[in-house]
């Protein structure tokens, strides 16, 4: 049976031409790895391309080529790679990745995007992709509440910097000027990191679940 929020994506998705930047995490594994069981996504079309590098670990969830890959397989949109890490470990290191021919490539298509697809999750987490290196103590200091991609917010929707934050991925201001951002959420996100999200002004579109939805709407001033 194919849950809720990969019934709402395919839904939101399905008609006309789309330019996709798929962003990565648990949710956004699961959902993809529903459509790749099932031929659900058929009448989905366009361009699809990762909007995060590749995270050090084994969880193909936070694999975003491999993400592309399944759901491109499974719909009609024409995939596009993003050769790099998630994380790097200096300036040097990050130029070496977005300076070649394929990273700017990709990054033209970002300009083009009309869709992207995201995770809200919690800070702290799992997996924790360097926050230490990256910010030092900033996000404890900063009350870092959640995460979209690789950026950080606290309750007020204000993102969090790092001097250190060599990540790959792509940037805010790209994000903003998408028609639709669509943010999956789990029933694992807390609260705090969903309010968050929302007030960063970028998500149009939210994908939760009726539990969550009604805390929310208690909250509201």
């Not at 659900?40 to 969830?61: D, M, Q, T």
């Not at 290196?133 to 969090?160: S, T």
């Amino acid at each position: 049976m194919i849950d809720q929020s990969t019934q709402t994506l395919i839904q939101t998705l399905e008609g006309g031409e789309h330019v996709i930047g798929l962003g990565w995490g648990s949710t956004i594994g699961e959902v993809v790895s529903n459509i790749a069981k099932s031929n659900l996504g058929r009448g989905i079309s366009g361009e699809i391309v990762p909007i995060i590098g590749n995270a050090p670990i084994s969880n193909r969830a936070y694999h975003t080529n491999e993400l592309v890959r399944m759901l491109s397989e499974k719909t009609q949109l024409k995939p596009s790679y993003l050769y790099a890490p998630v994380i790097c470990a200096s300036e040097p290191e990050r130029e070496a990745f977005t300076g070649a021919e394929s990273y700017r490539e990709l990054t033209e298509i970002w300009d083009r995007l009309d869709t992207v697809i995201v995770n809200i999750r919690n800070h702290p987490s799992v997996p924790d992709l360097a926050t230490v290196a990256r910010f030092e103590n900033k996000l404890n200091e900063q009350g870092a509440v959640g995460m979209i991609l690789g950026y950080y917010f606290d309750i007020n929707g204000n993102f969090i910097t790092g001097e250190n934050d060599f990540a790959i991925q792509i940037p805010l201001e790209k994000i903003r000027k998408a028609r639709k951002v669509i943010a999956l959420v789990s029933s694992r996100v807390r609260i705090e990191a969903i309010i968050g999200a929302l007030k960063t002004g970028l998500i149009t579109h939210i994908v939760l679940n009726r539990k969550a939805a009604e805390e929310i709407l208690r909250r509201k001033p």
